[in-house]
């Protein structure tokens, strides 16, 4: 979102809408020669982005956690398809100039020329890179003017028992929720996506909107997001409210402190083969550069 500021107004006859800058990064993947320009705006790709290979479209939305669907890997996608997701709205509110129900195409509008692809790598115990398309979630939350008062950004899922076979059993305090201190919200890592692979966004992975937080463990990224509350507190949130010794607020990925039940040193590669070796996790996720200063002085042992 580089210097894109949300009052500039998108030149009419360069607007796209979401759905074909979408289809300009489909067409360029499958090495169509049509819409060029589209194509080179939808193909921009974050100077942040890994050169790692991405994993296999199979991979990405075959192996889930979407625990509204199921406890098992492979239960997003038997169950995911369900899901409605339009009309699609994000309320937003809190500490907030602007608060509001948001449609989710007046969210995209001033996004589309600069929406770009973030390769980023995700680890839980396994790792995967992932090639999203997405924005910088910062461009949002001045777009809605956050309050000097506010120091933390709170994130629920949709709450949709009909739809959604996991939110009818037990296990987890519905709706899934997450949070993030307003430095690491407003940090050009972080961001808002909308697809993966040129693609709209499946919906075992979080369509049609989902946070990706690639410093931190996979379950801090969020999926299909209704709600963004601005706060001073911080907030509750879904893993530390369930098991507040094993999941932090902060979940950095870091090789040098372990989950009470095991090491967090290494990681499976998905994709790798079932006889790869595991690999060394980098702290902050390969990411130490550019987050390593938000945490200068705290002790990550304890603020985990
Ligand atoms: N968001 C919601 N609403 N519900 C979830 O169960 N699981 C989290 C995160 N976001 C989850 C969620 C976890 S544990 C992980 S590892 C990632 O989503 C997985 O994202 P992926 O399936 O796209 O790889």
Redesign the pocket.
Known sequence: MRNLLWSQVTPKEMFLNRRSVIAGAAALGAGFAGAPALAKIAAKQSAFSTSAKPNSLED?TN??????FGWDKSD?RKHAGKLSVDPWSIEIGGMVDRPGSYPLDDILKPVTLEERIYRFR?V?AWA?V?PWIGFELRALLDRVGVQPSAKYVAFE?LYRPEEMPGQRAGGIDW??R?GLRLDEAMNPLTILATGLYGEEMPK???API?LVVPWK????????IVKITLTDKEPATTWKSLQPREYGFYANVNPEVDHPRWSQATERKIGAGLFAPREPTLKFNGYEEQVAALYSGMDLAKNY
């Open positions: 990405i192996y889930n956690n979407f625990y509204e997003p995700c839980e995967m992932i899922t709706p899934y997450e075992q992975n979080g989902r463990y996979g379950f801090k990224s969020i999926k299909s």
